[in-house]
Structures are given as C-alpha cells and as structure tokens.
C-alpha cells in the first residue's frame, strides 16, 4: 500500500509539472502584442489574396463577415441596451451595433459589404453547426442552450441564418471569428440545471429566465442548488444524471479542442481565398481580485493560465491554416465587470451598470479590440 501511494504521488507530481508547463508556455506566447503580430504579417496583403496591395491605400476589403459570440455583438453598449429595451428582449443577435469592434473594423476596411453574426451564448459547437449543416446539434443545442441565452442560441434560430451566413462567407474578403468563451461554462452549467429540473417541486415548469424573471437571481440560485440536490435523492435518477454530467466534463475536454479547427476548416472550404482573422479570448475575470478592493488581481492571475492554454490552440489553428490567417491577441480589454461579481446567469445584465455580471467590452474595449485585429492587418483605425 505504501508503494502504491508513493507511485500516485509521483503521477499527481508529474501531472502537476507538465500543467504548470503547459501554462507557462501558453502565457508566454500569448504576450505577444497585437503590434507584434502586424510585423509579422506585414507582408500578407501581397501573399495571400487580400483586396488591395498596400497598407496606406483603401479601401481594404470590401466585403466583411464577422462571426461568433457575443464578444463582437456590442452587448452593454448604449445601442445595443436601446434595441433591448425597444424589442423587450434581453440579448439580441446579428445586429450592427455602432461601437463594436465589428462595426469599427468595417469602418476603418472600407467595408460596403458587412455582416455581423454574432450570437450571445454560442458555443463553438453552435457556431460549427451554424455553418455546417452536416454537423448534428448537441443535447446542449436542443436544450439549455436557448434559455441560457434568452432565446437566441437554439436550433430553429441557427437554421433561419445558415444560408445567410455561409453565403455571406464565399463572398467575404476578411472574415473575423470569435467565439469559444461560452466553451468553459455553458455545458456544466446546462447539465446541471437538466438535473435540478427533475428536482423542481414547482407546479409548473419554469425556464431559468422564467424563474429569474418571477423569483428573481438569488432565489432562483436557491432553488436550482435546492432542485439539484433533491434530483439525487431517488436513485433511479442517478445513471441519467452520472451521463449527463459526464457527457458535460467530456464537452469541457474536447468540444473546443476540436470546434475551433473544424470551423476553420469549413471556413477554407467556403472561401480558401479570405483573409482570416482568429480573435483570442480575453480573461472575462479581468481584474478580480481576491481580497475586495485591494488591487491583488489574484483571481484574474489564477485563471490566466487557463485562457493562455485556450488562445494557444488558436495560436495553432491559424499557424496551420492552408491559407491566409492571422491569430490576433485580445489581452486586457476593458471590460464592464471591472471587478468581482457573481459570474451565474442568474445574475448576468445586458447593460452597462454595475450591479451584475457583464463581462463584455465597453466602448472603449471594443476600440482596443479593433485596433488589435487593425494592426495585424497593417489598417490604420479611421
């Protein structure tokens, strides 16, 4: 039994290293700064087929498709609150919203052709069915997925723009893709709640908004930890709850692992000839600290590793990309969840006060996110 326990302590050790490791490469590779990476594709617009030949004569590129997450979608600017509040819906999609990054970079192009696809709570496993209708929706598609993103990630709502958005692509001269943030939570919170539904004493099913637009954010946390723990007091319960739980981690693993380089892929075999832009993922807990107030930034540091690792099979998907691509860092953009707040969908705002959760860039993020994807276009930001 000794030997046994010095032999897990040795693996645990050797895991131990080779993830600190792995860490430690990723955050050194992702310090590279947007300027940096211009320099390094200063050359392509006379490489790889982009519109024009030099970088001080426009416009750019006349036909733009921006396409993911709601990173790009402008959600919590002054626009995007007033369609909200006019249309009565909490998060809306694929609307031009003056002040985001997509908007800007269009400006600043030349753009006359310019779509932006952006659905807030897309997964890169939404995304990849978005443009491939070969690719099956997940259960997280056909379930929580629409109610985790007030209606507007579900299966009828992709089909309605596939045509849209693939014929948008094969006209597309740059085409920016950003998406896979929704990667790290969406699937553990949606099987979760799956379970707490089989827990739920409530005389009639209720959605989350449903509960949070009734009951409000704390009680509806409540009554989730309260439905989920009462799910596994019948043990018939407890192989489809194991599964779905599993299924969950599974997708945590790999979904993003594999989605983001079958996107690329669908991407070239729409159009092979578009300058492609993958835009990294910011760390949504920017600035968090541990102890309030004291500027430790210790939550924010803790979890950097974790999105380096992420933006580092970005890093990768662009390198390998038979064509012309270009990784684009999106490191300490300024975003309107400045500081800690409770990061649930419960408690998620679409605007930009300061009660809530809100880990989208303000005006002044979505121009940093701009200048990034400009610079490493070799663009000057209009």
């Not at 790889?48 to 993911?68: F, H, L, R």
């Not at 997964?123 to 997925?145: N, S």
Request: some cysteine.
């Amino acid at each position: 039994m000794k030997h046994t326990n010095k032999w897990i302590a040795f693996l645990i050790a050797i895991v131990m290293i080779l993830t600190a490791g792995i860490g430690a490469l990723a955050e050194e590779l992702t310090d590279q700064t947007a300027e940096e990476v211009a320099e390094t594709s200063a050359q392509a617009y006379e490489i790889k087929g982009a519109t024009v030949e030099k970088a001080d004569e426009g416009p750019y590129y006349s036909n733009y498709v921006s396409i993911g997450d709601s990173c790009g979608s402008g959600l919590g600017l002054p626009q995007y609150v007033a369609l909200s509040k006019e249309r009565k819906q909490r998060w809306i999609a694929c609307e031009k919203i003056e002040g985001s990054y997509p908007t800007l970079v269009a400006k600043a192009v030349g753009a006359t052709n310019f779509g932006q696809y952006h659905f807030p709570g897309a997964r890169t496993a939404d995304i990849r069915y978005l443009l491939d209708e070969h690719y099956y929706a997940d259960w997280v598609l056909l379930g929580q997925a629409m109610y985790l993103s007030n209606g507007v990630v579900s299966k009828a709502n992709l089909d309605s723009y596939r045509e849209e958005v693939t014929a948008a692509i094969r006209n597309a001269d740059l085409i920016t893709i950003d998406v896979g943030i929704n990667d790290v939570w969406l699937p553990v919170i949606a099987a979760i709640y799956d379970i707490a539904e089989k827990g739920r004493v409530l005389e009639r099913q209720l959605t989350i908004p449903e509960l949070v637009a009734e009951y409000g954010s704390i009680a509806t946390v409540v009554d989730n930890a309260a439905s989920f723990v009462r799910a596994w007091t019948n043990p018939l319960t407890w192989p489809g709850n194991i599964l779905k739980l599993s299924s969950a981690l599974i997708k945590w693993v790999i979904d993003y692992q594999v989605n983001t380089t079958a996107i690329m892929n669908r991407i070239r075999q729409l159009n092979p000839k578009a300058t492609v832009v993958v835009c990294g993922l910011y760390n949504p807990v920017y600035h968090w600290d541990l102890i309030p107030f004291s500027g430790d930034h210790f939550i924010e540091h803790v979890l950097q590793p974790y999105y380096s690792a992420l933006n580092l099979k970005k890093r990768v998907d662009a390198l390998f990309y038979w064509g012309d691509a270009r990784y684009v860092p999106m490191d300490d953009i300024e975003l309107f969840s400045d500081g800690f707040a409770i990061p649930l969908f419960e408690f998620t705002i679409e605007d930009g006060g300061t009660i809530g959760y809100n880990p989208h860039p303000t005006l002044e993020g979505a121009k940093q996110q701009a200048k990034n994807i400009l610079n490493a276009l070799g663009v000057p930001l209009g």
